[in-house]
Nanobody
Framework: HVQLVESGGGSVQAGGSLRLSCVNSGRSYGDFCMGWFRQAPGKERQVVATIYHYGKTTYYHDSVKGRFTISRINVKNTVYLQMNSLTSEDTALCYC???????????????????WGQGTQVTVS
């Protein structure tokens, strides 16, 4: 059983930082890919970052490269997303996701992930 719970969202001013956390209260992450996604109002859900190969490999969307960092602590079943230099374009509902089959790639999509958290809101003004 996989249950993902996100936390750490909030409201910040442009240029500020937030750190999102996602805890899997069920099955261990192992070598399964973990990802962060976001969905802004009126837009499709898009991948932000993923981490796989036991945390050795990461993927970032071009829009967040150099500003966001994804990391994981397997023993805590937790994955993080450190977000720096936030802009209004980063305002969105952010989701954590994983899957029991998908092991990661350099072109992730929402269809690759079967388990999702409830989302945490990030608002940048």
């Amino acid at each position: 059983h996989v249950q993902l719970v996100e936390s750490g969202g909030g409201s910040v001013q442009a240029g500020g930082s937030l750190r999102l956390s996602c805890v899997n209260s069920g099955r261990s992450y192992g070598d399964f890919c973990m990802g962060w996604f976001r969905q802004a109002p009126g837009k499709e859900r898009q991948v932000v970052a993923t981490i796989y190969h036991y945390g050795k490999t990461t993927y970032y969307h071009d829009s967040v490269k150099g500003r966001f960092t994804i990391s994981r602590i397997n023993v805590k079943n937790t994955v993080y997303l450190q977000m720096n230099s936030l802009t209004s374009e980063d305002t969105a509902l952010c989701y954590c996701a994983t899957d029991l089959i998908y092991s990661g790639s350099d072109s992730p999509t929402t269809a690759d992930f079967g388990y999702w958290g409830q989302g945490t809101q990030v608002t940048v003004s």
